[in-house]
């Protein structure tokens, strides 16, 4: 019998219908004689509810009792679909990440998973249950609650896929795939049939909200066939392994809701502030004047505090003599398949070119990705632009299905 791992998103559990609906497509597979396992997220925007409810009651950001609450949007999901799946006559069990037996480190907010104890599902499994698991959480070896950063029900199904050895994963969300571009802001992005690995964790990393990037890295180590497709629809999906046939550029990427951090020094350790700056997870930095010892990092508005008060904690021993913030930025992101294309094609990518305005920068971020920043009021004109010149054109040459 073939394991599925099936995850389904916030958008796709909205409402109790909904519920009903994927339940309906989960019995559906199970009738092909599949075994089962659901990763559920919280339903509809749910998650953001409950930061917004912590955020009226205290100004803490991560924290033990921020993950116990955040949490409790996947356990009220995967309580609703066993009991749907249940009512339709299906045999469902609901568990929460502990009970599913996933180990996550010790860190609230952005843990990774380390382990998967798989005896308590397979059990589950060979009774014929449809076992319901809830995304998005683990529990530490000091028998702590953690989760697993915004969009990491993901990860929680490919972690459980690859632990399963299921024969596939698939991501149920409200896109019919993956595009080369966000739907929503790029009208004519064009879906992929099928991807690779590497360019989807690219993607991912840059911005691609469509999937979280460590699922990606998870499905990448263990091989497991990934499948990005609709909840709604019967489109076949965007299957992802490791074999490509994308020849230069994957995709564009725009991230919104960042800020700019200027650092100003007469003899500022540029190299060990870079060093530090990428560990903490900043999205690209810019040495703005090689001689006049300013540097430029773009960094998310949610990891400004951490950012500023990383960088104020070794500001002496950096050299660092004055700090700015600029708030309302975008970033752009071109995805090429590796280094070396995107090398060659650098001569095109002036940032100039694109939007010849003030405030534009091209910033290193990633080896194999070009980057600018601007103003977020231009964020996704500038999208498009990027997007025109480097894929519109180049369409014919994906593996697309249009
Ligand atoms: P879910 O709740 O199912 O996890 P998300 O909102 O996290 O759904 O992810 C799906 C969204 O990702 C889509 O609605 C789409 O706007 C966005 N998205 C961003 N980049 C891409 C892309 N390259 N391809 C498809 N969707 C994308
Ligand atoms: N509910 C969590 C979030 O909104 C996790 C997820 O949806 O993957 O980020
Ligand atoms: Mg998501």
Known sequence: MAIIVQKYGGTSLQTTERIRQ???????????????????SAMGDSTNHLEQLSREVSS????????????????????????????????????????????????HGNAK?????????????????????????????????????????????????????????????????????????ILNAAIYSYMDYDSLLT?????????????????????????IRSSFSEHEGTWISKDTSISSVAGVTYQKNLCHVRLFGRRMKKEKILRRMKDSGVIGTKDVHAHLDELLAVVKKDDLDQTISMLDSYKDQLGVQTIQTEIQKAAIHLIFVNE???????????????????????????????????????GS?????????????????????Y
């Open 203 to 227: 993607m991912a990393e840059m911005g691609a909200g469509v999937i979280h990037p460590r699922a990606v890295a998870h499905a990448k180590e263990y091989q497991v066939p990934l499948v």
């Open 340 to 378: 070396e294309e995107k090398r060659k094609q650098t001569a095109l990518m002036n940032e100039k070119k694109f939007m010849p305005l003030e405030d534009v920068h091209s910033i290193d971020s990633h080896p194999a990705v070009w980057s600018v920043s601007v103003q977020e009021e231009y």
């Open 113 to 185: 998973v380390t382990a998967i104890h798989t005896k308590c599902m397979k059990k589950e499994l060979q009774k014929g249950k449809v076992v319901i698991v809830a995304g998005f959480q683990g529990v530490a070896a000091n028998g702590e609650l953690c989760t697993l950063g915004r969009g990491g029900s993901d990860t929680t199904a490919a972690a459980l896929a690859a632990a399963l050895k299921a024969d596939r994963c698939d991501i149920c969300t409200d896109v019919d795939g993956v595009y080369t571009a966000d739907p929503r802001v």
């Open 22 to 40: 994927a339940a309906n497509r989960i019995i559906g597979e199970r009738e092909k004689g599949n075994q089962m396992v659901v990763v559920v």
């Open 60 to 107: 803490c950001t991560n924290g033990r009792e921020k993950d116990l609450l955040l949490s409790t949007g996947e356990q009220v999901s995967c309580a609703l679909m066993a009991l749907a799946l249940q009512e339709k006559g299906q045999a469902a069990i609901a568990m929460t990440g502990e009970q599913a037996g996933i180990e996550v480190e010790y860190l």
């Open 381 to 401: 004109d500038m999208a498009r632009r990027v997007y025109d010149v480097f894929m519109t054109e180049n369409h014919h040459k994906f593996p697309l299905a």
